[in-house]
């Protein structure tokens, strides 16, 4: 497994299933095969062989039964005697991937979450004030007034006025549409480092997340290589790298027209990638050029990201390679759009895409 390090096995706290010690490493390296089932169990056992996941009591052949009895995986009609992904596996992965993502955000708290406009919103905030006449009874916070009113008048003879009600701010509530683009082109698994498999992840849980706790808003996801299109949400898992080149135009170009169809104030554009742009598509020839930034290649992609700027659509590009001449023309491109840009390693990519996310969907624009 190219790109990958592995740990010493650490065998998982007593009381825990066999089907659930195994089905953690199951869901976990399905995002490394791309959803490929068979492949997935083959690692499974060449882990096994190593660690000793299992035993005498629940075996690999009974993990693959149950996978199968539970609705994780159905029989392949298409090739005999191998399995693929269900339905209830797509939203198990992204699942994990939001309870990875957003649990490690809650706990390191790296960003500042809070709007600036508070009132009469809609979304409760962490922020109390004292009663203003107005405010609606429901926004009272009935420990907030209890303890002050303790405070004002003591304990002895309890008392409650106006003066000592405090009410919870609100935060106003916006509806956001946000266009994911994730390079696939080669260089996302070159150099020994899997860049793809994070970059899913990441996919996946900002779905999983919006579906959840934002269902009004929308996320369409666009990958680009030599052309650029939309994947479904479903089709997230299996998502691969191909020999492509870096159409960034392309990928801008589509995600503008996405946007264009959105009836939303707030849009905006999460663009990840480790490269620079290397391809354009002109009339049915494919125009490349892989040795540095190429001019044309450049002031096309500019281009685009001032059409954006124009129709008030925000990039944030979240680079994950650190060349310096790439980064330059990062911010040549993220000056022209009135951006925002991420060096970010694979690790903390998660981290920054949430947090920016969840920043700029409290932001209203009029």
């Not at 650490?10 to 659930?20: A, V």
Request: proline content about 3%; hydrophobic content about 30%; glycine content about 8%.
């Amino acid at each position: 497994m190219k790109g990958l390090r592995f740990s010493k096995y650490t065998p998982p706290q007593k009381g825990e299933s066999g089907f659930d010690k195994l089905s953690k490493v199951f869901f976990q390296l399905l995002n490394h095969t791309s959803g490929d089932v068979s492949e997935t169990l083959s690692w499974m056992n060449d882990l096994d062989h190593q660690h000793g996941l299992t035993d005498d009591n629940y075996g690999m052949g009974d993990f693959i039964r149950d996978l199968n009895d539970k609705g994780y995986i159905k029989e392949d009609s298409s090739q005999k005697g191998t399995f693929k992904l269900t339905g209830k596996s797509e939203q198990v992965i992204r699942r994990n991937a939001l309870d990875e993502i957003f649990g490690k955000l809650k706990k390191n708290q790296k960003g500042n979450h809070n709007t600036s406009k508070t009132g009469m919103g809609d979304e409760p905030s962490a922020d109390i004030r004292p009663y203003q006449f107005g405010d609606s009874l429901d926004s009272i916070s009935i420990t907030d007034s209890l303890h002050t009113a303790q405070i004002n008048h003591g304990i002895e003879e309890f008392k409650l006025t106006q003066d000592d009600l405090h009410v919870q701010e609100k935060e106003h509530k916006s509806q956001t549409s946000t266009v994911l683009m994730i390079d696939i082109s080669h260089s996302m698994i070159l150099y020994g480092e899997d860049r793809i498999t994070p970059a899913k992840k990441v996919a996946m849980a900002l779905a999983e997340l919006i579906k959840v706790k934002y269902p009004k808003d929308t996320l369409d996801i666009i990958v680009f290589g030599n052309d650029a299109w939309p994947v479904e949400i479903k089709d997230l898992p299996y998502l691969e790298v191909g020999p492509y080149h870096t159409n960034t135009y392309a990928g801008l170009e589509l995600a503008m027209d996405i946007l264009r169809r959105r009836k939303t104030n707030n849009k905006q554009i999460f663009m990840i990638t480790d490269g620079k742009p290397t391809c354009l598509k002109i009339g049915t020839k494919y125009y490349k050029n892989s040795f540095g930034l190429d001019r044309k290649v450049v002031n096309k992609t500019l281009e685009m990201a001032g059409q954006c700027r124009k129709l008030n659509i925000p990039i944030t590009t979240f680079m994950i390679a650190k060349d310096p001449y790439l980064q330059q023309f990062v911010q040549e491109f993220t000056k022209t759009n009135n951006g925002r840009a991420f060096y970010s390693s694979l690790n903390g990519l998660g981290e920054y895409i949430f947090e920016d996310f969840i920043r700029n969907r409290k932001k209203t624009v009029r």
